[in-house]
């Protein structure tokens, strides 16, 4: 049967008409129709991301100004619409960037810019736009000021999605009682079904940006964060992308465009981190799989036959005999005294050789004369002869006769000295020595063709390769893949990187493949870590800052990790837990993703950061986590942040985090820094309940106890306060009044029985003036009492004491900080 397609060709004009068909759309046209994927698939989550957009935008604003941001958002109920108002107090935008601010999608000024910021693509605030537009048919209504202007601007406008340009239907000059900043109404059709994931963003906002004031109104609610420091963050820089993780196509689009000629200068000015020692390592690094290594052979041990000075004078004629016995000798001399020689090498000592025996001896050792002296002494080194096959298919190996006598080459001896160290001992001798023939019949093979033997390391393991399998084949004997890998790292590890100059960079531009060699080269080479100044950071005592704002708990923990690299882009993962206190208790944890200071408060399921909190074992850190899997239970916030230049969000919407195992390893170590932290007070608390636990039978018992040995004893009670204190190893602290003519001598002492030195925080409220204290207390008055303050360091076992004198009449109170309240006994 014949196809549809196969009869397209038949019918004239086909393809012309198909043709005609074929156009260009903008991208505002495709997101008119794909703005779900921006984050505006309903009515509920689209007033969400209007939103988050506004405030995202006016927070960057703002801190880039150096201004603390405040940021009023208002939500209006109109029928079945809502009305959106959005104000800050930023720089403001100046007249002729305002409109495409707002109407036209990528346009921004950051997209290129490697540095951490909240929008990247200029996109977020103009898809707001461009929704309100399409769900209420009105414009946008934006009023800014710059600082120091008299007056603002005022414009009305929609985004033109044939063009993606703003068609501005006002624009006016209008007062405003705001010095600086920027405010945006938009009005679209929407509901509040999201009002939970609404007041989540702005508490949320407000724990990881502790710097900016935010208030939300909205018609059943109203909220007021204050800021909890005034502290900015970090100003950014924008860097160079960092060679790590940087991909082909982008360092072929790099070297298309950068103005160096050499890979050198190329590798310094385009990528961070990379002087010129690091350049030189990346260039060896590159030399190694474009060129390969060389082998290096160990030259002639002295109860060896191979006279090298009798080589060379064999290969040079005609230069009279003390010149050329000074020539040989001289390159004798030299390669004596390397332990291994490669080929590159000897060339240099022949060189030198001939310069030295030139000056001294004025004979010419011209090109050919050289040539013919390293070819004859580099033979000698790996005693190959020509006419001797050494790599037999049929499994001869070259090196052994037929009675089994060994009658090596120079390079089998070689070859079986690295083979025998690097593979199990429990491999027979034979074998080796079998396989070693076998592979050095290789590197005669490559004498054919490249007498330096220089090979790159895929094809020096294809050379072991081939020699394992035609050991296992004819000797019957696994020579797997260790022993392969192992000799392969043995060889490549006495072999040395040439010298050869790298291409040019005009040169590298036109050859993919010797581009992906130095990417390779680059990604191999140990490179310093990205500078962190292109970040900005929360920083641990910021995150728990934020998190005592907004959650009243028992316990803050956090953690910043050091930068790493993603694709060329420097990220920070940064992890803090709040516990117990007014955390809600029942069900699973509640886990705070945010990507540069933003709250992402959609697709928790999607998220890289989701999938890590799960495959943690929280029961090691004191979570219960029913099955060992999943998100934990219990009175816990854990919260995670990734600041990153570029941060690899799933989709355009930037709900959720991708799956990049550098980010997830990072917000792994990140989580369980914290959870140490976490772990340690639990610990701590439940030793301190059982603790609480033992004091409380003991002061139940120890009274009754006494009141017995008293019946008995027919004596007064004995005072078991400070029996409780030794028995559970507490710090006492212990007044003692004494009457002294007209007034009292108090002594106010600390008995240390813990195991440990402790530091303690006294207060003893006196209600009259004390007199004749130590120089160590201090004494503050205050509303006709007197706070006498003493902070003394004890050891364990030992004892210090506070005295002073009071009026009779006079009444105490003591407080004492320092000690946790189950290791610590207060006798007034």
């Not at 800014?144 to 007056?151: D, K």
């Not at 991708?658 to 820094?673: C, F, K």
């Not at 001598?745 to 209600?767: K, P, R, Y």
Request: hydrophobic share 35%; charged share 30%; net charge negative.
């Amino acid at each position: 049967m014949t196809s549809f397609q196969s009869t397209l060709g038949d019918e004239p004009g086909i393809a012309e008409e198909l043709a005609e068909n074929q156009q260009a759309i903008s991208i505002a046209e495709f997101f008119e129709k794909n703005k779900h994927m921006l984050g505006f698939d309903s009515g509920a989550r689209g007033l969400v991301t209007a939103v988050k957009e506004a405030v995202d935008n006016a927070l960057d604003a703002a801190e880039e100004a150096g201004i603390l941001p405040d940021i009023y958002v208002e939500i209006q109920e109109d029928g079945d619409y809502y009305r959106l108002i959005v104000e800050d107090n930023g720089p403001g935008i100046t007249k002729e960037s305002l409109p495409k601010v707002f109407g036209k999608l990528l346009y921004g000024s950051r997209f290129h810019a490697r540095e951490q910021s909240r929008g990247q693509q200029g996109i977020g605030i103009s898809a707001a736009v461009l929704y309100s537009q399409l769900t209420s048919g009105k414009p946008a209504k934006i009023t800014s000021r710059t600082q120091g202007a008299s007056e603002a601007q005022y414009f009305e406008l929609i985004v033109d999605t044939d063009d993606n340009e703003p068609e501005i239907s006002v624009d006016r000059t209008t007062s405003w009682d705001r010095p600086h900043g920027t405010r945006i109404e938009l009005e679209m059709e929407a509901n509040m079904r999201a009002r939970q994931q609404l007041h989540d963003y702005i508490k949320h906002t407000a724990v990881v940006n502790p710097h900016a004031r935010l208030e939300l109104r909205e018609p059943k609610a109203q909220f007021k964060f204050e800021r909890a420091t005034d502290q900015l963050p970090e100003e950014t820089e924008t860097i160079r992308p960092h060679p790590h993780g940087v991909e082909l196509g982008t360092v072929m689009k790099m070297l298309a465009r950068t103005d160096s000629q050499t890979v050198s200068g190329f590798l310094q000015e385009e990528f961070t981190r990379v002087g010129k020692k690091t350049a030189e390592s990346i260039i060896d690094a590159f030399r190694d799989r474009h060129y390969g290594r060389e082998m290096r052979w160990r030259p002639p041990a002295a109860h060896e036959s191979i006279d090298l000075e009798t080589v060379v004078s064999g290969a040079t004629a005609n230069k009279g005999r003390e010149a050329t016995a000074a020539f040989a000798d001289a390159i004798g001399e030299a390669v004596d005294e390397y332990d291994r020689i490669a080929h590159h090498e000897l060339l240099d000592v022949v060189d030198v050789a001939a310069d030295e025996v030139e000056a001294e001896h004025g004979t010419t050792f011209g090109t050919t004369v050289r040539e013919n002296a390293v070819d004859a002494v580099w033979r000698a080194l790996i005693d190959a002869p020509e006419d001797e096959d050494a790599n037999d298919e049929a499994g001869v190996d070259g090196g052994t006769d037929a009675e089994g006598a060994h009658d090596e080459s120079r390079l089998v001896a070689e070859l079986y000295g690295l083979a025998d160290e690097a593979t199990s001992t429990r491999k027979d001798d034979e074998v080796v020595r079998a396989f070693a023939s076998r592979l050095a019949g290789k590197f005669e093979d490559e004498t054919e063709t490249d007498l330096r033997h220089r090979l790159t390391r895929d094809r020096l393991r294809e050379h072991v390769d081939r020699a394992a399998e035609l050991t296992e084949e004819y000797d019957d004997v696994a020579f797997g893949e260790t022993a392969r890998e192992n000799v392969t790292e043995a060889i490549w590890d006495v072999m040395v990187t040439v010298p050869d100059d790298p291409p040019l960079v005009r040169e590298l531009d036109d050859d993919r493949d010797a581009t992906s060699d130095l990417v390779d080269g680059m990604r191999a080479t140990d490179i310093m870590a990205p500078p962190t100044r292109c970040l900005a950071p929360i920083t641990d005592e910021l995150i728990r800052a934020g998190l005592e704002k907004e959650f009243d708990a028992d316990f803050y923990s956090a953690a910043t990790r050091d930068a790493e690299v993603h694709g060329g882009d420097p990220f920070v993962v940064e992890a803090g837990i709040a516990y117990g206190g007014d955390v809600e208790a029942e069900g699973s944890v509640d886990v705070l993703r945010f990507a540069n200071r933003v709250p992402l408060v959609y697709q928790r399921g999607a998220c890289a950061t989701t999938d890590v909190v799960k495959s943690i074992g929280w029961r090691n850190y004191g979570l219960d986590q029913p099955g060992g899997s999943g998100l934990p239970n219990g009175p816990a916030v854990i919260m995670i942040h990734v600041a990153s230049t570029n941060v690899p969000f799933t989709s355009e919407s930037k709900d959720a985090v991708a799956n990049v195992p550098e980010i997830e390893d990072e917000i792994e170590l990140a989580i369980r820094e914290a959870a140490r932290e976490l772990k340690s007070y639990l610990n701590k608390r439940r030793s301190m309940q059982k603790r609480r636990k033992k004091q409380n039978v003991l002061g139940k018992i120890l009274p009754e106890m006494a009141e017995k040995v008293a019946e008995v004893t027919d004596r007064p009670e004995p005072n078991i306060d400070d029996a409780i204190a030794r028995i559970m190893n507490n710090v006492l602290v212990e007044r003692r009044i004494e009457e002294n003519g007209d007034g009292q001598a108090v002594s106010v002492v600390v008995e240390n029985n813990s195991n440990t030195n402790e530091s303690l925080e006294i207060t003893d409220i006196v209600s009259a003036e004390p007199t004749d204290l130590p120089g160590g207390a201090t004494v503050v008055e205050m509303d006709g009492e007197w706070f006498v303050k003493w902070e003394p360091d004890v050891s364990s076992g030992d004892e210090a004491a506070l005295e002073y004198e009071v009026p009779d009449d006079a009444t105490f109170d003591l407080d004492v900080k320092g000690v946790e309240s189950e290791k610590l006994t207060v006798k007034q």
